[in-house]
């Protein structure tokens, strides 16, 4: 997910290939852990490693096109909207991520945004 945030509210977090293909890196941020994942097709997406079930580490998850399954009880997450699939109901917030040539960075101003919401 990409948007048109100022330069300066982009903090970059590392190359594309430092985290596995189908995998997920976990950030650190003063607003809580945010899980890095990056697809099959080198999409990378990010969101709160927070499973809306529980809590469950979703950056330890299994991702599968673009969805992460929560590695505590199997709840399946879109990477793209945060919300949950199938049957079950819970939502985690995104975190857009801008890829340049593989260097990646997320958007300050939408972890501002999550605690403003709080
Ligand atoms: S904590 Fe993720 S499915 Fe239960």
Same mark, same amino acid.
């Given at each position: 997910m990409e948007t048109n945030w100022p330069d300066e509210n982009w903090v970059e977090i590392g190359d594309i290939h430092d985290i596995p293909v189908r995998g997920a890196r976990c950030v650190k941020t003063p607003q809580g852990r945010i899980a890095v994942f990056r697809t099959a097709e080198d999409h990378v997406y990010a969101m709160e490693?927070?499973? *809306?079930?529980?809590?469950? *580490?979703?950056?330890q998850g299994i991702v599968h096109g673009t969805s992460v399954t929560c590695p505590l009880h199997n709840m399946v997450i879109s990477l793209e909207t945060g919300r949950a699939l199938g049957a079950d109901e819970g939502e985690v917030r995104t975190v857009a991520v801008r890829n340049r040539d593989g260097m990646l960075s997320i958007a300050l101003d939408s972890l501002m945004l999550m605690v403003a919401a709080e």
């Open positions: 490693d927070r499973c *809306p079930h529980k809590g469950g *580490p979703l950056s």
